[in-house]
Structures are given as structure tokens and as C-alpha cells.
């Protein structure tokens, strides 16, 4: 994602684990939490979702699921990327109660 370094953004991350989302719908239940599109060429092990805001802030979360410890889990580490600071805190603080 070359947008990526051309513009400011500002970053944040979190873990979820799940155990009651199919491994394959995370990332789908993650994008419809958000409102994102999932950018093309995601797997279900690894994506990312891309949304703007109405003030038109850029957002990304890049996504990837693994088995859980317990191997009945799932967690899902999420990289948060925002072009405006509050909102990308907002976000990762947001996902961060998320239960899956």
C-alpha cells in the first residue's frame, strides 16, 4: 500500500480473541464493526480493511487471525492506521471491548 507513506498517519494496535466468530467470518464481523470494505486479495487469515470517514479521514486495519492458545480460540492482532489522531484512538479503544 504505497498510500501508506505518502500522507501523515498515525497508528495504533490491539489483540482480540475469539470464541464464538468462525475463523473465517472475523475479518467480514470486523469490516461490517467498522463500516470498512475488505481491500482485494485478502485471505481469511490476513486482510485489510479500508473505510473513510464523513470528515474524509482515511482508516486501515490490517488483520491477522491465528489459532488461540487454548485451540478452541481464535485471536485476531489488528494494526490501525488514521490519517486524524483521535480518531484512530477512538477506534483502537473501540476494538479493544469488542467481544467476538
Same mark, same amino acid.
Given at each position: 500500500m504505497q498510500e501508506l507513506t505518502t500522507s501523515s498517519w498515525f497508528e495504533g494496535s490491539t489483540k482480540i480473541v475469539s470464541k464464538n466468530v468462525d475463523h473465517? $467470518? *472475523? *475479518?467480514?464481523t470486523l469490516g461490517a464493526f467498522l463500516r470498512a470494505g475488505e481491500v482485494e486479495g485478502?485471505? !481469511? &487469515?490476513?486482510?485489510t480493511l479500508a473505510a473513510k470517514s464523513k470528515s474524509g479521514s482515511l482508516l486501515r486495519v490490517l488483520v491477522k487471525? &491465528?489459532?488461540?492458545d487454548d485451540g478452541k480460540s481464535?485471536?485476531?492482532? $489488528?494494526d490501525v492506521k488514521c490519517t486524524d489522531e483521535k480518531l484512530c484512538e477512538c *477506534?483502537?479503544?473501540? $476494538?479493544?471491548? /469488542? !467481544? /467476538?
Amino acid at each position: 500500500m504505497q498510500e501508506l507513506t505518502t500522507s501523515s498517519w498515525f497508528e495504533g494496535s490491539t489483540k482480540i480473541v475469539s470464541k464464538n466468530v468462525d475463523h473465517a $467470518l *472475523i *475479518i467480514p464481523t470486523l469490516g461490517a464493526f467498522l463500516r470498512a470494505g475488505e481491500v482485494e486479495g485478502n485471505t !481469511q &487469515s490476513a486482510g485489510t480493511l479500508a473505510a473513510k470517514s464523513k470528515s474524509g479521514s482515511l482508516l486501515r486495519v490490517l488483520v491477522k487471525v &491465528s489459532n488461540g492458545d487454548d485451540g478452541k480460540s481464535f485471536m485476531a492482532k $489488528l494494526d490501525v492506521k488514521c490519517t486524524d489522531e483521535k480518531l484512530c484512538e477512538c *477506534i483502537v479503544s473501540d $476494538l479493544k471491548k /469488542l !467481544q /467476538l
